[in-house]
């Protein structure tokens, strides 16, 4: 059943600080939704923690967790001193310097405002997922975020928490190609993703994704965002990726290059079936393009495999000539109603 359209209402919260999840407090939320949490904080070492709380609805259900941080605050490093700035930073990003001016009246930290974007994750793990409205990418990762409070001579206690499990949103710059462009980029770096995408590809079309790099992953998606499989290949320096999707957009996403190269070049390429010399038609000349193909190689390249089976042979020349009878009936029937239409 749809466990999302069954409306349920949320009775019961646990949370804990840290990764101390064997330490969590659990309680019951009253018919009021407020929740007094008595947070048992003494023996917290100075600096940065984390308070995790979730809620579980009377279905059984429970939410996604909510991370907050806070500071416990060292009394000896504080005392007499002024603050005039604090950095942050997440993963290995160069910090960001925020300056305040120093006041009379205590700054409290939930004045502090940090905004979680441009973090750049860690290495791009598998099973991240593909927006195709938005074109984004969502990784998670566990990201580290530092914080540091700072006084008139620039000095102050670094302090570290992780988030675990955090999703972090990537922008693959994603690049619309036509057939046979070619595009070449940088190399994304660790963490760094970059797409590319074809539209209006037909049913039964043969598409294939040149990249100059073996050593790289590549993964696509259809205009869905659904996961699509391709057989891979290698030739010369470059990674042949082949893949039958269905109509609309396919999308390519670059990441983890492993090669010490300092661009690469991407190249879609959109076959309509039966097509074989490219020339937007389907006709004799197809035929004799497979029929050589199986004489001169015995029927390897894939490219010509029209019907699908791992190999050139007489069922594609077959493929090949009934897709030429088929169009021709078409072509004849359009004939017989134009003088009617004219008539009109």
Known sequence: PDVTSIKSNVCDYRYWIDNNIEEAVEG??????????????EGLTPGLHTINARVKADNGLWSAVVAHL???????????????????????????????????????????????????????????????ESEMVTVIDDVSFGFQVVNAEDLGQPVYTVLEAYPVAVD???????????????????????????????????????LTAIGATVDFFDGDGNRLEASRSEADGTALYRLRPPKGSVYAMVHTVTEPVASLTATWRVQIMGDLNDDARINVGDVNIALNDIIATGGTTLDYDVNGDGTVNVGDVNSILNIIIENSKKDSKWRQLLPKACSW
């Open 172 to 210: 693959p710059q994603v690049e619309l190609l036509k057939h046979k462009q070619a595009y070449e980029f940088e190399v994304p770096g660790h963490g760094e993703i970059r797409g590319f995408r074809v539209d209006s590809v037909t049913v039964g079309s043969n598409v294939s994704f040149a």
């Open 28 to 41: 019951t939320i009253g018919s009021d939704g407020v929740v007094v949490l008595d947070a048992m904080l």
């Open 70 to 132: 806070f500071i416990v605050t060292n009394p000896e490093l504080v005392r007499d001193r002024v603050m005039t700035g604090y950095r942050y930073w997440f993963n290995t990003a160069v910090p960001t310097r925020v300056d305040i001016s120093p006041t009379e009246e205590a700054l409290a930290l939930s004045d502090i405002i940090i905004p979680v974007d441009n973090v750049v994750p860690n290495a791009i793990h598998d099973g991240y997922t593909l927006d195709v």
